[in-house]
């Protein structure tokens, strides 16, 4: 086996790229075949993923967070490389779910909206307003621990519901969001249990409507959901399927895995089985137990 990393130096504010020297000392010790890739500009771990995964005995690392990874996924999508992670974002989303798996080797489902494949969730409302307006934040003078938090307050105050039309159990229907996320994974925001039952391998969209909810009602549910009891609530609505297609009639944005896309018209699919993933050699592994592992 071939054993590429692929790592984004930009990842947590460098995180990933000072891992290097670790790496590599890690492959010499286990005598591993490798070849480290660090991406140059957005979107260049696609191409590169693309040109390795097509053999069957590579092994690709995405070092770095969840979009880093989304990249990856994107670019090894219909190859035939495996599909591993060295967490060294600030969110690992999909790694912390996959760290509780105790398969080394096994299939996993994708998603996809529209265009764009992904692993974790794609959402839309008030959450994905929050991951679009952590860019606004960062141009202030705040510091880096708080910009989420900042960002959390400014889409709060500017908080409106969205009017989604959408087919769920194949009937068409009109209706209010605060959120809509469809989840193949059971985490997102760095944490967030949104869907706690979820499986990575049943070949089913955990997909959530939370109603039109006032301000006063925000905290309630947002509180909820941090401790994964969100499906509790009247406001909660969950649903089980393998595909989806909604409609907004103003242009919204939707978080893919913590990158941005814009629309008002989405179809979400699910693959069943799509992509082989593995722990990685047990050098990689003893890696992040020690340096990464949250």
Do not use: W
Request: with cysteine.
């Amino acid at each position: 086996m071939k054993h590429i990393f692929i790592v984004n130096p930009t990842s947590a504010q460098g995180k990933a790229k000072m891992m290097v020297p670790a790496i590599e000392q890690c492959c010499k010790e286990a005598k591993l075949d490798y070849q480290i890739v660090i991406t140059k500009k957005p979107k260049e771990a696609i191409s590169i993923a693309r040109f390795f995964g097509k053999n069957q005995d590579h092994v690709l690392y995405s070092v770095g967070g969840d979009g880093t990874l989304l990249e990856v996924v994107n670019g090894l999508v219909g190859g035939n490389g495996y599909l591993s992670v060295i967490p060294a974002g600030s969110g690992n989303d999909f790694y912390r779910m996959m760290k509780q798996e105790e398969r080394p080797i096994h299939k996993i489902d994708i998603g996809k909206v529209n265009d764009t494949y992904f692993l974790n969730s794609a959402s839309i409302g008030l959450d994905a307003e929050v991951a679009n307006n952590i860019t606004k934040m960062k141009q202030l003078s705040i510091p880096s621990s708080l910009v989420y938090k900042a960002s959390i307050l400014y889409s709060y105050f500017h908080y409106h519901p969205i009017t989604i039309t959408h087919d769920i159990e194949n009937q068409l229907q009109k209706q209010d969001v605060t959120i809509f996320t469809v989840c193949n994974g059971k985490f997102y925001g760095g944490g967030f249990p949104i869907a706690p039952h979820a499986q990575i391998d049943d070949g089913m969209f955990d997909i959530y409507l939370a109603d039109a909810l006032t301000k006063v009602q925000i905290p309630g549910l947002l509180y909820k959901l941090t401790k994964g009891m969100h499906e509790t609530s009247s406001k909660v609505h969950k649903y089980q399927s393998d595909h989806i297609s909604i409609q907004t009639k103003d242009l919204v944005v939707c978080n893919v895995d913590g990158e941005i896309i814009r629309g008002n018209s989405f179809r979400f699919q699910l693959f069943p089985r799509q992509l082989t993933y593995c722990e990685g050699h047990p050098k990689m592994k003893q890696l992040i137990k020690e340096k990464l592992s949250k």
